[in-house]
T-cell receptor
């Protein structure tokens, strides 16, 4: 199984940068995903890492180190609409039992203040 | 992109009744769909993996007879909450895997909010 840890809450001001860390312990690994979830809505996909390194996508970047079991999501030029919960998820390898399922961290609530 | 719909978006029912939630992939065929449950301010808890043409794989602690899953076609999976009780009130979210992509992310439906009175 997976054990996924991320901070509960982070606060930052508009225009700033925030880095959300995620550590995981895994028995199988087939990618790390970040999702954004606004209150009362379903999560939406932000980024995916399967190899070590940095993936950049506009204002959002995600980093992975498989040897350290560590990832971070970097949000730059924060906007008020970025206030949301950010979920780190690890995908299992495909097995007869697992079907490549996703395990989620508890989520990090990011609060952007004016 | 990929679109997944869920119906109904909200349902209120009396204790003891059954509720069926539908999850459809609208523009792709999904051999695998996942069903999650989410409590307020908590993360997603995987309930089961739904596989087209075979029995669902349930996570530990999830009652198979209470949460019936049927993946009847490559675009439809249903979750039926049988004999619902107030403790079943929750936000239920389905997701579908779009095959053939380099990054096989899951695409989420909009969720169904269930309230059992």
């Amino acid at each position: 199984g997976q054990n996924i840890d991320q901070p509960t809450e982070m606060t930052a001001t508009e225009g700033a940068i925030v880095q959300i860390n995620c550590t995981y312990q895994t028995s199988g690994f087939n990618g790390l995903f970040w999702y954004q979830q606004h209150a009362g809505e379903a999560p939406t996909f932000l980024s995916y890492n399967v190899l070590d390194g940095l993936e950049e996508k506009g204002r959002f970047s995600s980093f992975l180190s498989r040897s350290k079991g560590y990832s971070y999501l970097l949000l730059k030029e924060l906007q008020m609409k970025d206030s949301a919960s950010y979920l780190c998820a690890v995908r299992d390898r495909w097995t007869a039992d697992s079907w490549g399922k996703f395990q989620f961290g508890a989520g990090t609530q990011v609060v952007v203040t004016p | 992109g990929a679109v997944v719909s869920q119906h109904p978006s909200r349902v209120i029912c009396k204790s003891g009744t059954s509720v069926k939630i539908e999850c459809r992939s609208l523009d792709f065929q999904a051999t695998t769909m996942f069903w999650y449950r989410q409590f307020p301010k908590k993360s997603l808890m995987l309930m089961a993996t739904s596989n087209e043409g075979s029995k669902a794989t349930y996570e530990q602690g999830v009652e198979k007879d209470k949460f019936l899953i049927n993946h009847a076609s490559l675009t439809l999976s249903t979750l039926t909450v049988t004999s619902a009780h107030p403790e079943d009130s929750s936000f239920y979210i389905c997701s579908a895997i779009k095959p053939g992509q380099t990054k096989e992310t899951q695409y989420f439906g909009p969720g169904t909010r269930l309230l059992v009175l």
